[in-house]
């Protein structure tokens, strides 16, 4: 039988060392060893990186979880969006006065269906709409950074990636890069997106110059306002 977690929401490090105490409490109590203790680690590594349980089993559950007759069943697709982005070489992210402000922070546990794509009115039914101008639009939308993109791109997670993505190429406006090309002399702003080639995911970029369409859609939570 598994724990699965009751949010996914991230909590605070004084919620997750308040539950980590109580384990540990009832650890003490019941006299595990240290064989039993190895078995509920996952649990204690959940709690560490921010993946809240609605409440602790109960003694009878927690001890069938150490003594191996039920399973602690943790997800551990998690992304942290105050990690540094990746920055290909002659790029740099802007300062994060230059980001836009309802970009995603902090820890998520990552759920398709949480997830919604943004199409602005201005490049939907065959509407081209350029870069810079969109950057002004979603300064109200919340968005993700590439450290989205570059989780979905590890091989042990491009299943989660949703089929009818391979029409679209899928922007991630939560990071904005300046890329030195050469052309100017501080370089040009782009985004990165997710694309399917053909045969595999992969990635590349836009300049903020150029223009969007109807199949270049922003990556957003799902049920925004």
């Given at each position: 039988?598994?724990l ?35 078995a ?39 992304i ?40 602005d ?24 950074g ?80």
């Amino acid at each position: 039988m598994g724990l699965k977690p009751m949010s996914k929401e991230p909590i605070s490090r004084v919620s997750t060392l308040c539950q980590g105490a109580r384990i540990l409490t009832l650890i003490d109590e019941q006299g595990l060893n240290l064989h039993q203790v190895q078995a509920i680690y996952p649990y204690l590594v959940a709690l560490a990186r921010g993946i809240k349980y609605g409440s602790l089993p109960d003694v009878e559950t927690f001890r069938a979880i150490a003594e191996g007759r039920a399973r602690v069943d943790i997800q551990k697709r998690v992304i942290d969006f105050n990690s540094t982005p990746y920055t290909p070489d002659g790029w740099v992210v802007l300062p994060y006065s230059e980001q836009l402000p309802h970009r995603m922070k902090g820890v998520m546990e990552f759920d398709p269906a949480k997830l919604d794509l943004y199409f602005d009115e201005g490049q939907k039914d065959g509407n081209v709409i350029k870069g810079t101008e969109l950057r002004k639009k979603l300064k109200g939308v919340v968005v993700y950074g590439v450290q989205a993109l570059d989780f979905l791109l590890k091989r042990e997670n491009q299943h989660l990636i949703p089929k009818r993505w391979q029409r679209m190429r899928i922007y991630f406006w939560g990071t904005i890069y300046r890329h030195s090309d050469g052309s100017q002399s501080d370089g040009r702003l782009c985004i990165r997106y997710l694309v399917w080639n053909s045969f595999m995911w992969d990635w590349n970029y836009e300049w903020l110059d150029d223009n969007w369409v109807s199949d270049s859609p922003t990556l957003v939570p799902a049920n925004q306002n």
